[in-house]
């Protein structure tokens, strides 16, 4: 047996997969279970399983792109699946002390990356966002949000589409920063300003967007100039710490979705400290972001080197450490377990919809990298331990309605 092989063997129980060597032999694994899928592998030279086994995620996701790991049966989405749904976070057992090495090597991974210093950051954003929005405008939905949409399946069926899911999201959303007509609202890490637009649409807020991509900027400033409200909703170019210099205590809401991820550890207490002295002394703010279901962790390699250079997925417990700080009151806390998964598969299906579409913008090694990307973060969130948190914070605890009624009526006024 390969040392692949024994890998394979201690890892996939149920489902299967076929494994074929460079010269022809086979191994095979696990057996067929309902809603596992059944994967064949095949290796095309020595040097795979070598690169594999130096870096179980970084050595697959390269090897992948460079079409030497080549899935004959099945995809990468079900191939990533196989492995991660047969180690899922909620595996149940005994649970024990992390050993010092895991400790001291979950502290120390990745942690350059994750400085995020004023200087690193742009660039950081450009490295995914500035790839150009031809490749956004294939696989997201027709308002280009880039972030986990709100699955409601109980009130538009199963066969819901991710159009109306995003809908609902930011709908979700608007409810919970509990806007009034005048407000003036900050929207960090803006997109292309589907947000932002859809809230000065829905309530006539006042918006200012902002964001690190050229891109982006480009894009959602056309967007307010072409729905005439380039007045009332604007874009600009220009980091948090640097808005927070100038616009100290001016914005009634901030509204921050999908951002978070890229501050990186260090600058999480300079992040909340910015957001609030940016708030009026009642002012209240939304953050949406991707977290860890179970405490600090590192980012893996691939995600690092090829997708969010500079990015961190950040613990719950990290995240109100950091807002604690400075009096920033977290009046309400919510897990969005599954939507993101959903989400990501529709990603995923529009994607590959779109194979050759996006082999003419790139190539076909950028387009394996962005379906493995893909697969990979559909798996951390079926599987693993990532999920989305909406957390609202106050900065005075009367802010905000003593019940979460309001929450519930606003959404449905939203949704009409």
């Known amino acids: ?45 020595k040097g795979v399983m070598r690169q594999i086994l130096l870096d179980p995620r970084l050595g697959a996701a390269e090897t992948f792109m460079d079409g030497r790991l080549i899935v004959e049966q099945g995809d990468i989405m079900e191939l990533v699946q196989l492995l991660r749904a047969n180690r899922p976070f909620e595996r149940g057992g005994r649970l024990k002390e992390p050993g010092l090495f895991k400790k001291l090597r979950d502290h120390a991974a990745g ?25 956004y405008d294939l696989f997201l939905d027709d308002d280009l949000q880039y972030s986990c949409a709100y699955w409601d399946f109980d009130r538009h069926g199963p066969e819901m589409t ?48 902002i964001t690190l991509s050229e891109e982006q900027l480009k894009k959602a400033r056309e967007r ?6 380039a007045d009332k909703v604007k874009f600009e170019l220009i980091d948090y710490r640097d808005l927070a210099q100038r616009e100290a205590g001016k914005f009634d ?24 002295n940016l708030m009026t002394d009642d002012g209240v703010m939304l953050l949406h972001t991707i977290g860890r279901m179970g405490g600090p962790g590192t980012t893996d390699a691939f995600t690092r080197k090829y997708i969010f250079p500079g990015g961190y997925i950040p613990a719950l417990s990290e995240t109100l450490a950091a807002s604690e700080q400075y009096r920033l009151i977290a009046t309400d806390i919510e897990n969005l377990r599954l939507h993101y998964a959903f989400t ?23 387009y394996r990298m962005w379906t493995f990307y893909l697969a990979g973060a559909t798996a951390a969130f079926e599987n ?10 106050s900065r005075n605890r009367h ?9 519930g009526e606003a959404e449905k006024n939203l949704l009409g």
């Open 1 to 45: 047996m390969s040392i692949l092989g024994g890998f394979l063997k201690s890892v996939i129980e149920k489902g299967t997969i076929k494994v074929t060597h460079p010269d022809g032999s086979v191994e095979a694994f696990g057996s067929s279970t309902p809603g596992y899928p059944d994967i064949g592998i095949r290796l095309a030279d």
């Open 111 to 135: 942690s350059l990356d994750r400085v995020n210093l004023l200087g690193r950051s742009k660039s950081n954003v450009a490295h995914h966002y500035d790839i150009g929005n031809a490749l």
């Open 162 to 209: 991710l159009e109306q899911a995003q809908s609902d999201k930011k709908a979700h959303i608007a409810a919970k920063l509990n806007l009034k007509p005048g407000q003036r609202v900050l929207d960090i890490g803006c997109g292309w300003g589907g947000m932002a637009l859809y809230l000065h649409r829905k309530t006539g807020v006042e918006v200012l967007g």
């Open 224 to 229: 307010a100039e072409k729905e005439g409200v």
């Open 253 to 276: 809401r901030i509204v921050s979705v999908g951002m978070f991820e890229h501050v990186g550890t260090p600058q999480f207490k300079t992040f909340f400290r910015c957001c609030a």
């Open 344 to 366: 990501l598969r529709e990603w995923y299906k529009r994607t590959v919809r779109h194979r050759d579409e996006i082999i003419a913008l790139y190539d076909e090694r950028f």
């Open 384 to 393: 693993g331990g990532m999920c989305n948190y909406q957390i609202q914070f």
């Open 399 to 407: 802010a905000l309605p003593l019940t979460r009624d309001y929450v």
